[in-house]
């Protein structure tokens, strides 16, 4: 198993509709959940990060934690064309040290 | 500097050949990481220096490869035999440190092709 899983996708979601991108992980020592956007060719860079139960909000994104299940999503509403990118999950590992995973990653692409 | 700063930012090699990769976190930033992302593909976690602690290696995919940091400060990334699966781009990054929350930022990569 995977440390850091996510759907590959691509995900295709239209201009304006609610874009749902998840993640799963597997140690339950795991402290600290980041979600980063990269562009093709580009480096990642970080959209929000999350390390309590429940919602965050920040704009029109919302990351979501349950750390029951194990798993971490984002939502994107009102999706732009210019959110088309792949999205990465990330968690800060909590044991033996705080070493940062990320998952493989999800394409998402939003049409105008 | 600004940022964390990564060099070269391209580096073409023959097969054989060893290859150092430089990177300059952001001041006062503790922790320092190193990543490897094939075309196409996720970030493969590579090696983890925080403070002076000893280095999380466990992400080094053979012993061609080895990481040092100086005075914890600039590391280097070594790939010695470099072989054409080496090819993919190196992505450094830091933070201030191990503790909850603290964001990751990356470097724009090093992007090594072994010919």
């Known amino acids: 198993q995977k440390e850091v899983e996510q759907n590959s996708g691509p995900l295709s979601v239209p201009e304006g509709a609610i874009a749902s991108l998840n993640c799963t992980y597997s140690?339950?020592?795991?402290?600290?959940f980041f979600w980063y956007r990269q562009y093709s060719g580009k480096s990642p860079e970080l959209i929000m990060f999350i390390y309590s139960n429940g919602d965050k909000e920040d704009g029109r994104f919302t990351a979501q934690l349950n750390k029951a299940s194990q798993y971490v999503s984002l939502l994107i509403r009102d999706s732009q064309p210019s959110d088309s990118a792949t999205y990465l999950c990330a968690v800060r590992i909590g044991t033996g040290g705080f070493k940062t995973i990320f998952g493989a990653g999800t394409r998402l692409f939003v049409k105008a | 500097g600004a940022g964390v700063s990564q060099s070269p930012s391209n580096k073409v090699t023959e097969k054989g050949k060893d290859v150092e990769l430089r990177c300059d976190p952001i001041?006062?930033?503790?922790?320092l990481y190193w990543y490897r992302q094939s075309l196409g593909q996720g970030l493969e976690f590579l090696i983890y220096f925080q403070g002076n602690s000893a280095p999380d290696k466990s992400g080094l995919p053979s012993d061609r490869f080895s990481a040092e940091r100086t005075g914890g400060s600039v590391s280097t990334l070594t790939i010695q035999r470099t072989q054409q699966e080496d090819s993919a781009v190196y992505l450094c990054a830091s933070s201030l440190g191990g503790e909850v929350g603290n964001t990751i930022y990356f470097g724009e990569g090093s992007w090594l092709t072994v010919v």
């Open positions: 140690d339950r020592g795991s402290q600290s």
């Open positions: 001041s006062g930033h503790t922790a």
